[in-house]
């Protein structure tokens, strides 16, 4: 944990909330990324790339983690080199009561594809969604057509569940999705 938030270190990894004063790492990140994570993502506003916005977004992942526990946001940063973004893994809507789960989302510098970087930290964030936080299931939909994606759920044990027509609306148009879950075999109340 780092103040309250977690950080977790893997092989060539840190996953982490880079602190305010890192603004420019959110937007060098996605600006490097606009136009290769734009067949993947919702559709984005100018100010989601200005260092005004990451202010803000950076404030809010830290409550939604610690006030509210209902996301948690980190960020790839490689242990080795300059100091960067590769990459991002949130656990959002998370659920309690009988449910016990989350949905997961992911996204990777278009230059560090091919590396393994996305499997090496959804393991570890993934056991840590597991045993720190006692959630039961984690959901990933991937559009069908995004194949990396679906290779890293299959990679890390995720389980075919079913297809959606039309599940979300991504870079302006309808996207239909594959639906994969994980669940924690060693859950415990």
Known sequence: MHGNYPALTTERLHLCLPAEDEVGLYVDYHTANRNFHDAWSPSRAEESFTRGFWLMQIQQMRRDYIERGSSLALWLVPRAGTRRIIGKVRYSNIVRGPAQFCFLGYDLDESSQGHGYMTEAL????????????????????????????????????????????????????????????TNPNWQP
């Open 123 to 182: 393991a570890a964030a993934n056991e840590f969604v597991f045993r720190e936080l006692k959630l039961h299931r984690i959901m990933a939909n991937f559009i069908p057509r995004n194949e990396r994606s679906g290779a890293v759920l299959k990679r890390l044990s995720f389980t075919f569940e079913g297809y959606a027509r039309d599940y979300l609306r991504i870079n302006g148009r309808w996207e239909d999705h594959v639906l994969t879950s994980l």
